[in-house]
């Protein structure tokens, strides 16, 4: 159960776009559509953000896209606000019947 | 909407054991698997269980497995993680979270269990 590889952080300017990566292998991200990203500000419980690769709740900004090639997931945000900033987590449903997270990401914005 | 109150945090010596709940409102709680995630101070999120709808299957993160049990009464609309030899690293902020299309859709605020002596 090794976790899904993400960057520590990225940052941005204010709308600019950005993109975290999501590397996992054919065990998890590369076997399932189940991945999922969740935002988490400092001192606050995480929020879905996108689900099943590449679909948003409702009240999620469009500005929030998910896609998925071979054994990677990517989060891309457009248009960055200052109310972006925050870590990110993806996660995934594996092979073993369990779920896991990725290391996180902290996005800057600038 | 949804509201997920989680309780039964605290300090704990190692080797202990704890039970938190976590209290379920504004869904239909039987139609939905649960899980819980932990989050260590500074640190990254870790999923640690899950349990289907009807408490028919439960599945554990290798970290927990043999130690944590997790639960649910559909009667009190609750969910519960008995957390057994608990060890310093166990110590973490704990999250229940709905289960939604294979992810956490919905979470609470945490509690936070403390393992020291």
């Known amino acids: 159960q090794s976790a899904l590889t993400q960057p520590p952080s990225v940052s941005g300017s204010p709308g600019q776009s950005v993109t975290i990566s999501c590397t996992g292998t054919s065990s998890d991200v590369g076997n399932y559509n189940h991945v999922s990203w969740y935002q988490q500000p400092p001192g606050t419980a995480p929020k879905l953000m996108i689900y099943?690769?590449?679909n948003r709740p409702s009240g999620v900004p469009d500005r929030f896209s998910g896609s998925k090639s071979g054994n990677t997931a990517s989060l891309t945000i457009s248009g960055l606000q200052a109310e972006d900033e925050a870590d990110y987590y993806c996660?995934?449903?594996?092979?073993?019947?369990?779920?896991?997270f990725g290391g996180g990401t902290k996005l800057t914005v600038l | 909407q949804v509201r997920l109150v989680e309780s039964g945090g605290g300090v704990v010596q190692p080797g202990g054991s704890l039970r938190l709940s976590c209290a379920a409102s504004?869904?239909?709680?039987?139609?939905?698997?649960m899980h819980w995630v932990r989050q260590a101070p500074g640190k990254g999120l870790e999923w640690v269980t899950f349990i289907r709808y009807d408490g028919s299957n439960k599945y554990y993160a290798d970290s927990v497995k043999g130690r944590f049990t997790i639960s649910r009464d559909n009667s009190k609309n609750t969910v519960y993680l008995q957390m057994n030899s608990l060890r310093a690293e166990d110590t973490a902020v704990y999250y229940c979270?709905?289960?939604?299309?294979?992810?956490?859709?919905?979470w609470g605020q945490g509690t936070l269990v403390t393992v020291s002596s």
């Open positions: 996660s995934s449903f594996t092979s073993s019947t369990t779920w896991v």
């Open positions: 504004g869904f239909t709680f039987t139609s939905y698997g």
């Open positions: 979270a709905k289960d939604s299309n294979w992810g956490c859709h919905d």
């Open positions: 099943e690769v590449s």
